[in-house]
């Protein structure tokens, strides 16, 4: 009897964004995104007596009639996005040199009393907000429900709205602005790259540079800082990988502060995945440590999609349609063979995201493995048994497994990248050659071919999808610096553009949800049993 494939959520590297998390049956990924632990609380059942939930240092009392309100505030206030007047409460604003120039109404055209041209400047105002969860569940057991009680009340929570302001903090011609590139490489990295540069540029920032190859740009002796401007990003879109190199590891927080003010830099933009971020944040309070008038905005990048709260990060979309081929080759190949049997291994370090998505988008896909959701490879439930079944009635099987997914069934070896993440041990290999020896062991003919498109997924251009995405994460970015707003990051929410404060979407990787609809609707088109 073999060991079931554990859920792998929580990455085991050492980035420790938010402390350590408990997992547990409380759904609700915001309260996840703190050390939550609930007390009292058994099953989502409307008939609870004594119910409270521990939400990071606060304590729910749900008989509270007051509860929801003071979630609400404590919420409010855990994503409230810092701002240079924290630090700096007498810093003034001035007006936006972001120009917004509407063409002046016709006025059969607003018959109805469409603002005048003055009162329509098209800036977002500093209190709009976009609503975080949309789907109002009417049962604790409705598909997907994300409770916070265990009635599952509906519970209005905002984030802040990504775009231009009115009033800016920044005069152009005093800011030096800086790119970094940082983690493993994404598709997108340049059109984000690009659009920072443009935005800036029509803000009137003359200075912008590109700190090269990650975070390492701003210590190693020997790489120079890259001048930007439109005329060197005008094209980069067209091309994978990032103009300015990436890298994992490098230097301490502080090092990389005390070179942001040697070189005067005082608006950086940080692209990258959960460590990068962190770094990021850890940046952010560093300079607010030195009372530097500094704006740091992340832009999150990761084919994983491993973020929390966004619809999705650049580069995922990509990533799927990328795997495309490589599913469809596995199909091809175990279509036309005798007994034919195809496997894909994809990226997805602790998140199925990318497997999910790409079994779902082929429809050629018969198991799909992912990290969070354990199996059996062996036994009378194992996935060997249902390639027989499939073998024996379809007469082929395509099966795509994740990077991270059946990492239990192989032996731990400590290693690390130079960022401290984890090296993973080569489920794909395994499933190969467990396979083949199964097959052997039963004497059923079986041709196994195995395809691993590990980097061509990522190394490449961004499609239509992701290039707009980037585009106007890349602009929000630039606005939510001119704004003041340091420490945060842009995403995309609900179809809406927000920000974030940095450390709410990195207290842990974002990863599938079993329970979800999503989930169940790929196993409803892969036809797949479960495996325990
Ligand atoms: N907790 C942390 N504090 C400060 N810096 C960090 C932290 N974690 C990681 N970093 C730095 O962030 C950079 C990128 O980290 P990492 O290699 O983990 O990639 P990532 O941003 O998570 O992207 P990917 O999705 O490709 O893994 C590295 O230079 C690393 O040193
Ligand atoms: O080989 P590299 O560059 O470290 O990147 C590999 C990792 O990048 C990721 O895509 C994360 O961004 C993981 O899925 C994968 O393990
Ligand atoms: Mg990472």
Redesign the pocket.
Same mark, same amino acid.
């Given at each position: 009897m073999d060991s079931v494939s554990h859920a792998a959520v929580i990455s085991s590297?050492?980035?420790? @964004?938010g402390g350590r998390v408990s997992f547990n049956k409380y759904k609700n990924p915001l309260l996840r995104s703190s050390v939550v632990s609930l007390r009292n609380w058994r099953a989502p059942s409307r008939n609870l007596g004594v119910l409270a939930a521990r939400i990071g240092n606060k304590e729910i009392d749900f008989s509270d009639p007051d509860w929801k309100t003071n979630y609400q505030r404590d919420f409010e206030r855990r994503f409230n996005i810092p701002h240079i007047t924290d630090i700096f409460p007498d810093a003034d604003p001035i007006p936006s040199t972001f120009c917004l120039k509407m063409r002046t109404p016709i006025m059969e055209d607003f018959a109805g009393g469409y603002p005048s041209d003055e009162e329509w400047h098209g800036y977002i105002n500093n209190n709009d907000r976009v609503l975080l969860k949309v789907i109002h569940y009417s049962s604790p057991t409705s598909a997907g429900a994300e409770c916070i009680d265990p009635n599952c009340s509906w519970v209005e929570q905002w984030v802040h709205r990504a775009g231009p302001r009115e009033k800016i903090y920044f005069q152009p011609e005093e800011v030096k602005a800086a790119i970094v590139t940082?983690?493993?490489?994404?598709p997108g990295l340049n059109d984000v790259i690009r659009q920072i540069v443009i935005t800036l540029e029509i803000y009137g920032v003359k200075r912008i540079v590109g700190i090269p190859f990650? @975070?390492?740009g701003f210590s190693d002796e020997g790489l120079s800082e890259m001048p930007l401007s439109r005329k060197v990003v005008q094209n980069v879109h067209l091309s994978g990988g990032s103009l300015l190199g990436v890298?994992?590891?490098?230097p301490s927080?502080s090092d990389i502060v005390d070179s942001m003010e040697e070189r005067g830099i005082n608006m950086l933009f940080v692209l990258?995945?959960?460590?990068?971020?962190?770094?990021a944040n850890?940046i952010h309070n560093e300079c607010r440590r030195r009372r530097m008038r500094v704006a740091v905005v992340g832009v999150p990048?990761?084919? =994983?999609n491993?973020i929390l709260m966004m619809d999705k990060t650049f580069g995922f979309d990509t990533a799927v349609e990328e795997a495309q081929r490589a599913i469809n080759s596995a199909y091809i190949e175990a279509h036309s063979a005798y007994h034919g049997i195809g496997i894909v291994k994809l990226m997805g370090?602790n998140s199925g995201f990318i497997a999910m998505h790409a079994s779902l988008a082929s429809g050629q896909i018969d198991i799909c493995l992912i990290p969070e959701v354990p199996f059996h490879l062996h036994g009378p439930l194992g996935v060997l048994r249902h390639l027989k079944f499939l073998i024996e009635t379809k007469g082929s099987a395509v099966v795509c497994v994740a990077e991270g997914a059946g990492q239990n069934f192989l032996g731990r070896t400590n290693a690390t =990248?130079?960022?401290?993440?984890t090296v993973l041990g080569d489920f794909g290999v395994h499933i190969q050659q467990e396979t083949r020896k199964y097959f052997k062991e039963i004497g059923v003919h079986a041709d196994v071919k195995y395809i691993d498109p590990t980097y061509m997924i990522r190394a490449c251009r961004a499609n239509a999808s992701d290039g707009i995405l980037c585009t106007v994460l890349g602009q929000n970015a630039v606005h939510g610096a001119f704004a003041g707003y340091s420490g945060i990051t842009v995403g995309i929410c609900n179809t809406h553009y927000v920000y974030f404060p940095i450390p709410e979407v990195i207290s842990y990787p974002r990863a599938v949800d079993p329970n979800s609809r999503m989930w169940h609707r790929c196993l409803t088109s892969t036809g797949q049993p479960d495996f325990v």
């Open positions: 590297s050492k980035l420790s @964004y940082c983690g493993g490489l994404c990650g @975070y390492r890298s994992r590891g490098g927080v990258g995945g959960n460590g990068t971020h962190a770094g850890a990048k990761t084919i =994983d491993d370090r =990248d130079a960022s401290g993440n």
